[in-house]
């Protein structure tokens, strides 16, 4: 290559980079050196797929190009030498006209905040590229030779936070060669009642001859074989020899090396060293290559874990050993990382630094060696003695290869090898650590005449536990040599393995890791008992369906209609401008928050380690940089509650900002703050208050505004008299929640002249922060302007939670009179976020004896953490959910404790989700107590109009609005609830190992409608721009107000006016063009921000209507154009702008649906896997049923994630667990329902909403309990088992914790379970 310089393509663009920093990654480059923005930072990890891109590899000598997604976050620039990146915007754009792929995200409606959208393209692009290249026959025209099978793995990596994914694997699935057009979902392409070749002719057509992508041919011209950086420049060796190789690191010996294959193990160990020398492993052929011979595979360490499994699946005719090596290395991390991640750097990491790794446990099973250089020595080793080795990374030694033998299964007639794997991990395909990894070999035969089996031999593993490394159990394997197998010998094998996986202290779930070793050896050798053989665990593996049902209304048209979601396209292509996407100005700085790591101290200083001031940093703001006049102030709420942007002298919480460090580049400030150094000191302070019931002892409350006291309804004295039963003083507790917005917080603040300054941030609340802005620099309001475009992602944690990033970057900027830009990493995001409200429930019911409740009294401790924010108004949220069943008469206690935990704040339906819950739980347990079917206590329960009016006073509306009884009744038989309890029921009755439970769940949910503005301009072309309060997150609310302005303007009824939309668009929040844009959360601004729409084009139609009488007088008709141009003639305003205030008397309404759910849990494992949920849920007259479905799916599926997945802790000092996507585990395609049938129901109209539509932001949230109390009810199935094996009694009952996690999940179900079966069996039973 010319000069030995890096050369590559981006998007069929030549760049050539002459010197770079060798730790540089391919991200930080396209990000900060070209236009292409496409490229998204989720996580910086390799665990989002935000940042993905297609690699495209040309080997000269076989002519081949090879394409694969890697993710740029963690490819280092260097490594790309010669290779050809595309990213999304590469594939077709506003410019060039939008790839097919684009366009059927877009119509599928698979697009909300858009921030993982260019990574979900990419992904999808190369399964079709890839598939392509496939011997499969060639599909029908339109279609890709990929299978539908193949088109959710596409995506298993990718995380989507706003979706749920069913439209994006309707979206992929769409060019699948065996897609049935008719099962794909909802999308604005197939039209119901079409014939299915119209509906295929309406798909945007896809070519592979065209929409497929060709290595630049310019490119191929420069590639030698061997292409080298010039060391010199780049520190980047790239030996093409192991005699090279020995050389550099001969010649190197007290530099700091970096040996680099994909890198991907940095986005495990976050390194931000950078080393003297990298050395590029990837040339040297004997690392490269995959080498077979007759006595077994040898793969270079180099090799990819994707080209491993490739090579393994060849060898099926070997048995099937390889072949299920490979697909349990399908499950090691994501696409991305097995496709630059190598099968040597996984061992390395796993033998260095205690990887928990997937590829050791296998391989140790059949027992492989490695192959290793040290100095000029090469030396073979079994794969257990170089696990056990000093560290490989602290010495020179390298690793070459790893050989896996061929294991011969025909050693006899009798003889038999078997082989499986093994691996409990939250999400089943991929993207996840597992909690114990296990792969056993065993060789058996049949033990003389009879049936018996012996073990002639066997190979056992265990990883990933939290011991040093993956283990070989060798006591186990001697015990069970030559041993027929029996229920007592395995039982003896399964004892002895107690002593054997012991997880280091450190371990979270110790016993749970035990007991999942204990299933899996069960698992494996259970079947070969010849008396019992049967075995319930195998099953297929089920592909995503669904099915929805949406009624698109003409009435307002196109207000009703199922319309695109705005610039849905332009998001999947990437052009769609985030904050961190606005190009940098000349002197752009930029900022990270130093946070305190104590939970209660005073801040005696803040420096640097080693009193060395880091690598370009500029400047340390701290409270002290507040001008005079100005306040220590973060946010504000609109109960103008607010607190510090900075600790003053007095650190209150861990993740508390000390101080902001500036510095010339985000990744020096970032770099800077991890080496901030800040001195306590705790002397005479009391200790903090790190739970509720400290804070409770020490009297630390946030005062509730008595606006926000919750009102006795009836008499609870006379309700627990009236009853037969009592549970009383039930405790149960609810954790946080993390937003996981795939776009964490960002601003850029950039001075102005007289003392002005604007900011550009990702905001739910721009007004709020324009005042806190203003309040911070002491100056007056006029001088701040404050715009949001969009966000990437909200779900509240941009209200209060963003604003201190503007204010603090406002705060840089003012200061220093440079641009000031930050964008928080996601360790730090989480570490500030705080999330939603955690909190404890004491409960007294009172009930008759056939359910029906008669008096409840709750006492509730939330946890607001150390500053107020919105937790004194926590009590309200609650309660409109929280009165949802007719509880006779009900009492409720809230106390908001201030505690030294992060400060909390509204989280999508906060509260809301928690009252909804509390309701659930409670019935569970009166059921339980009862012995009652739980869905009969529900419907006892459930309001009729009578109760819902004494519960909900005037916000019950009118009668014929309480839709929730014939939603219950409608989805019991659309769904054939009763004939699945009866299925339930059997299969229960004769699965051992795995039970299902089935549950259906009501939701009352109360919305509020609030005051928005809105404006309307019409320029001389007859466009239109609307502007309102609210802002696009995803949510739809820019396509909504779009309808509504077209509507609205429609009115005027002139020729054409049926077709204003495409004529009007939305533009970005600007809190100096929109004053008083409020908030935008509780799920109502869309109609809010359409009724102000309404407003303003009342106005101007007003304004234009007798013109164009006058006009009509005239000449008989006119169109909308000309229209216009006579009112600018005539310099007519047309411009007019509104407040929409609603009503006190009707501007609380409730929200009424119900989900069923259906789930099967493990109980080997505790996994639960979602077989299918039913949704109906009553939108009232829908504004977008397109964009309504979106959100009752999105919130469904984050609802899954609060219920079953995702834990925000802190530990005993108050600090964050979970910190990054290693440890945060947000739905993923496989973890949503298998079956997922959704309803919008119209309900028809109501005179005091806006069009009569109803919100569905947040209410669809808590239907995902449905899910937590079918698993509740499966472990209930599971729990009988026991107790009726142990003949030991009855269930006491039990709390099934949120989330539901998997090791929650098989506590309850029994971690001694295996033995106790086993221990029933001996004994004869
Ligand atoms: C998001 C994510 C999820 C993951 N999930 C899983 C999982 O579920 N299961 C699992 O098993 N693994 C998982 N991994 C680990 C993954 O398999 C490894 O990161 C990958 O295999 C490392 O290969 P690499 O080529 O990128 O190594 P690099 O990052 O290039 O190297 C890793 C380390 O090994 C050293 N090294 C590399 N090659 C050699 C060699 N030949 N000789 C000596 N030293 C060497 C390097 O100097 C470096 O210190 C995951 C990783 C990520 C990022
Ligand atoms: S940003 Fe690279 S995978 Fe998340
Ligand atoms: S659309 Fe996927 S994260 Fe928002």
């Known amino acids: 290559m010319a000069g030995g310089n890096l050369v590559f393509a981006v998007n069929g663009e030549r760049f050539e980079v002459s010197s770079v920093n060798p730790s540089m990654t391919l991200l930080e480059f396209l990000r900060s050196n070209t236009d292409f923005r496409s490229v998204k930072l989720g996580c910086g990890e390799g665990g989002c797929g935000a940042c993905i891109v297609l690699l495209s590899k040309y080997d000269p000598t076989s002519d081949r190009v090879d394409d694969f997604t890697i993710n740029s976050c963690l490819t280092l620039l260097c490594s790309i030498n010669g290779c050809s990146i595309t990213t999304s915007e590469g594939l077709g754009n506003t410019q060039k006209g939008f790839h097919p792929i684009h366009e059927r995200i877009a119509g599928f409606h698979a697009s909300q905040c858009g921030f993982c959208t260019p990574g979900m393209c990419i992904s999808i692009y190369s399964a079709l590229l890839n598939a392509n290249k496939s011997n499969e026959s060639q599909p029908s025209p339109g279609f890709s030779k990929m299978p539908v099978s193949e088109a959710e793995k596409s995506i298993s990596g990718n995380l989507c936070r706003c979706t749920g994914y069913r439209p994006i694997v309707d979206a992929c699935k769409s060019f699948a060669a065996d897609a049935d057009i008719e099962d794909l979902g909802f999308n604005s392409f197939c039209k119901r009642g079409e014939s299915k070749e119209k509906m295929i002719a309406n798909l945007p057509p896809y070519n592979p001859k065209v929409h497929l992508l060709n290595f630049p041919e310019f490119l191929k011209k420069e590639i030698v074989p061997y292409n080298v950086l010039d060391q010199a420049k780049y520190s980047w060796n790239t030996p093409a020899s192991i005699s090279e190789l020995q050389n550099i690191l001969e010649g190197n010996q007290a530099a700091s090396v970096n040996l680099v294959a994909g890198n991907t193990g940095s986005g495990y160990y976050k390194e931000q060293e950078r080393y003297d020398i990298y050395i590029d492993l990837t040339h040297i052929p004997e690392l490269s290559t995959i080498r077979k011979n007759d006595t077994g595979i040898e793969i270079g360490a180099a090799v990819t874990i994707s080209k491993a499994i490739a090579a393994l699946k060849e060898e099926s ?182 002593n054997i996986v012991v997880p280091s202290e450190d371990t979270s779930y110790p016993e749970y890791r035990k007991s999942l070793a204990i299933g899996f050896l069960f698992e494996f050798f259970y079947p070969l008992i010849a008396t019992d053989n049967h075995f319930d665990l195998e099953k297929p593996p089920t592909l995503l369906s669904s099915a929805q049902q949406l009624i698109e209304s003409n009435e307002y048209f196109p207000v009703g209609e199922p319309v695109i979601k705005v610039g849905a396209a332009m998001q999947a292509s990437g052009e769609a401008i985030f904050v961190d996407d606005i190009p940098s100005l000349p002197k752009c700085v930029h900022g990270a928050f130093i946070c305190s790591t104590q939970p209660f101290a005073r801040i005696k200083s803040i420096g640097f380690k080693e009193n060395v001031i880091p690598t370009g940093v500029l400047a340390l703001i701290t409270v002290k940089d507040i001008p005079q006049g100005g306040q220590n102030i973060a946010y504000l709420t609109s109960d103008l509650d607010s607190g510090p942007l900075f600790a003053d002298e007095l650190a209150e919480s861990t993740g508390q900002r000390i101080a902001l460090v500036v510095a010339d580049t985000q990744k020096h400030a970032d770099i800077a703050a991890s080496l901030a150094i800040v001195e306590y000191d705790m002397e005479n302070l009391d200790t903090p208050i790190l739970s509720v019931e400290d804070a409770v002892k020490r009297s630390s409350f946030y005062e509730v505004p008595s606006k926000y006291y919750l009102p006795p309804i009836g008499d609870v004295s006379i309700g627990m008299s009236e009853a037969d039963f009592k549970i009383l003083s039930a405790v149960f507790r609810l954790g946080s929640q993390y937003f996981f917005y795939i776009e964490p917080q960002a601003a850029l603040a950039l001075p102005d002249e007289d003392n002005c300054v604007e900011v550009y941030t990702a905001s739910q609340a721009p007004q709020y922060t324009h005042t806190v802005i203003a309040n911070c620099l002491g100056i007056q309001e006029h001088n701040v302007r404050v715009i949001t475009r969009r966000v990437g992602g909200g779900f509240g944690g941009k209200t209060t939670k963003s604003t201190p990033v503007a204010t603090a970057c406002a705060l840089a900027a003012h200061k220093l009179q440079r641009p000031v830009k930050m964008y928080l990493n996601r360790k730090t995001d989480m570490v500030m976020a705080g999330g939603r409200h955690p909190m404890k429930i004491t409960y007294n019911v009172g009930f008759k004896s056939n359910g029906k409740i008669t008096a409840l009294e709750l006492e509730i401790l939330i946890d607001g953490g150390f500053d107020k924010d919105v937790s004194p108004k926590m009590p309200n949220f609650m309660w409109g959910p929280m009165r949802k069943y007719d509880w006779g008469a009900m009492s409720v206690d809230v106390k908001v404790c201030k505690t030294n935990l992060p400060s909390r704040t509204t989280m999508r339906a906060p509260g809301e989700l928690q009252g909804s819950y509390i309701g659930e739980v409670i019935i569970e347990n009166v059921a339980s107590s009862l012995n009652m079917d739980v869905d009969a206590v529900r419907k006892t329960n459930l309001h009729t109009y009578e109760s819902l009016t004494k519960f909900y006073q005037q916000t019950a509306g009118d009668r014929n609005e309480y839709t929730l009884p014939s939603i219950w009744d409608k989805l019991e038989i659309s769904s054939g609830f009763k004939e699945r309890v009866e299925m339930v029921k059997e299969f229960n009755g004769s699965n051992v190992w795995r039970k299902r439970g089935i549950s259906r769940v009501p939701i009352v949910h109360q919305c509020t409608q609030r005051a928005t503005p809105g404006k309307v301009s019409i320029f001389s072309d007859g466009s239109v721009v609307a502007e309102v309060g609210g802002i696009e997150l995803g949510q739809g609310l820019w396509t909504k107000v779009q309808q509504m302005t077209a509507y609205g303007l429609g009115l005027i009824k002139c020729d054409g006016s049926e077709k204003l939309l495409e004529k009007i668009r939305v533009v970005q929040a600007d809190t100096i063009s929109l004053t008083q844009g409020g908030l935008t959360n509780g799920s109502t601004t869309s109609e809010n921000s359409c009724a102000a729409i309404g407003l303003c084009c009342e106005i101007l139609v007003n304004r234009l209507k007798p013109m164009m009488d006058k006009i009509l007088e005239k000449t008989g008709s006119v169109n909308w154009d000309t229209l216009v141009t006579q009112a600018y003639a005539q310099t007519l305003s047309l411009s007019a702008s509104a407040f929409y205030v609603p009503e006190t008397s009707s501007k609380d309404y409730l929200n009424y649906g119900v989900a069923i759910s259906e789930v099967e849990v493990n109980l080997l494992t505790g996994a639960t896997e979602i077989l299918r949920s039913d ?87 808590h239907l995902a309990s449905s899910v937590h109390c079918a698993a509740r009810s499966a472990i209930r199935e599971a729990r009988k088992q026991i107790f009726a094996w142990n003949k030991d009694g009855s269930d006491p009952g039990f709390e099934l914790p949120v989330p539901a996690t998997m090791p929650v999940v098989k506590e309850l179900c029994g971690l001694q379970i295996v033995e106790k079966f086993l221990e029933l069996k001996i004994a004869g039973k």
């Open 317 to 498: 005719k070997f048995g099937n050993i390889f072949t299920k090596i490979a697909s349990h290395m399908e499950k090691v991390a994501n696409n991305f990382i097995r496709n630059s991640g190598s099968i040597g750097g996984n061992l390395v990491m796993a033998q260095s630094k205690g990887f928990p790794s997937d590829i050791t446990t296998v391989l140790l099973a059949v027992d492989a060696s490695v192959n290793i250089m040290n100095g000029e020595k090469q030396e073979k080793l079994r794969l257990e003695d170089f696990l056990g080795l000093p560290s490989v990374l602290e010495s020179t030694k390298v690793l070459l290869s790893v050989e896996i033998p061929f294991w011969n299964a025909s050693t006899g007639a009798n003889t038999d090898l078997i082989f499986e794997t093994y691996r409990a991990a939250p999400y089943p395909l991929a993207s996840t650590l597992p909690y114990l990894n296990a792969a056993f070999l065993a060789q058996v035969s049949r033990h003389g005449s009879s049936n018996d089996i012996m073990v002639d031999k066997c190979l056992l593993s265990f990883g990933s536990y939290g011991g040093e490394h993956s283990i070989r159990a060798t006591q186990i394997e001697e015990f069970l040599t030559r041993k027929v197998l029996n229920h007592a010998v395995l039982y003896e094998a399964v004892r002895l393995l107690g």
């Open 1175 to 1261: 949704i109906i849920y009553d939108c009232g007259k829908s504004l977008n049923p397109a964009v309504d479905l979106g959100q009752i799916e999105g919130a469904f599926v984050q609802g899954i994630g609060f219920f079953m997945l995702e834990e925000y802790t802190t530990d005993e000092n108050g600090l964050v667990v979970q910190d990054g996507t290693w440890n945060y585990k947000i739905p993923t395609v496989d973890t949503v329902p298998k079956q997922f049938n959704v309803e919008v129901l119209n309900s028809g109209y109501h005179k005091n909403r806006v069009l009569s539509s109803k919100a569905s932001g947040e209410p669809p949230l």
